[in-house]
């Protein structure tokens, strides 16, 4: 992650407060029950973000029951066929413009620069923050 430009590692500036993180590890298994893979996922601990201190506005994209309720009621006067599907609006990849500290993670720690924390240049999953696609 830190050669892929996720972050990179700065002294802590005075008065910022580092998010902490931690690996998330799941196993994909097959109908059969036999395990094919091992995942893990750096995930930061964001519900020790601050409002309005740490970050300013968040985005949680949400549809209004109306909007769903017309578009049901245009699929049915026109005898449209409904299809459903699964948008992921995470931006796992997507750059940060404002200065977000995190720990280094565990594994990570370069040897002679353990005060150092990691910039975030990308997101990642937990955090607060609004950010641009």
Do not use: H
């Amino acid at each position: 992650m830190g050669s892929n430009y996720f972050w990179t590692l700065v002294d802590p500036p005075k008065g910022a407060r580092p998010v902490r993180c931690k690996w998330v590890y799941k196993r994909k298994f097959r109908a059969d029950g036999e395990v094919t893979a091992f995942k893990a996922r750096l995930v930061a601990r964001g519900y020790t973000q601050r409002p309005r201190i740490d970050f300013e506005e968040t985005y949680s994209p949400v549809a209004m029951a109306k909007f769903i309720r017309i578009l049901l009621a245009i699929a049915a006067w026109y005898d449209y066929e409904i299809w459903q599907m699964d948008v992921k609006t995470a931006f796992p990849n997507g750059f940060v413009e404002e200065e977000i500290y995190m720990d280094q993670p565990e594994g990570f720690t370069t040897v002679g620069e353990q005060q150092k924390v990691c910039r975030l240049q990308r997101s990642i999953y937990g955090l607060k923050q609004a950010f641009q696609s």
